[in-house]
């Protein structure tokens, strides 16, 4: 069992950024795809960003890529998402999941686990 804490959400102006973080209680982080997705009020669950399990490998959402960063620290079962030059549109509840395998998944369905979510507000 995977279980995952987001934390570093908040209130921000355009323009500004934020380091969300995703703290997993799991005993090898390492055998575990990481990624980050969000969810707009009325819109689906949206993919923003993947890491392969050691670190090498990531993928991102067009409308993010040079604006946010993906990261994880293995040693300290953590991962990271920063958020630069913060836009409205990125308003949103921002998910940790985790999947096994080494495939770098961008579909929610093809995770296994999911945190609470934290809540990104971005104003104009």
């Known amino acids: 069992q995977v279980q995952l804490v987001e934390s570093g959400g908040g209130l921000v102006q355009a323009g500004g950024s934020l380091r969300l973080s995703c703290a997993a209680s799991?005993?090898?982080?390492?055998?575990?795809?990481m990624g980050w997705f969000r969810q707009a009020p009325g819109k689906e669950r949206e993919f923003v960003a993947v890491i392969s399990r050691g670190g090498g490998s990531t993928d991102y959402l067009d409308s993010v890529k040079d604006r946010f960063t993906i990261s994880r620290d293995n040693a300290r079962n953590t991962m990271y998402l920063q958020m630069n030059s913060l836009k409205p549109e990125d308003t949103a509840v921002y998910y940790c999941?985790?999947?096994?395998?080494?495939?770098?998944?961008?579909?929610?369905?093809?995770?296994?686990?999911w945190g609470q979510g934290t809540q990104v507000t971005v104003s104009s």
């Open positions: 999941a985790a999947r096994t395998g080494t495939y770098i998944a961008s579909t929610p369905s093809q995770y296994d686990y």
């Open positions: 799991v005993r090898t982080f390492s055998a575990y795809v």
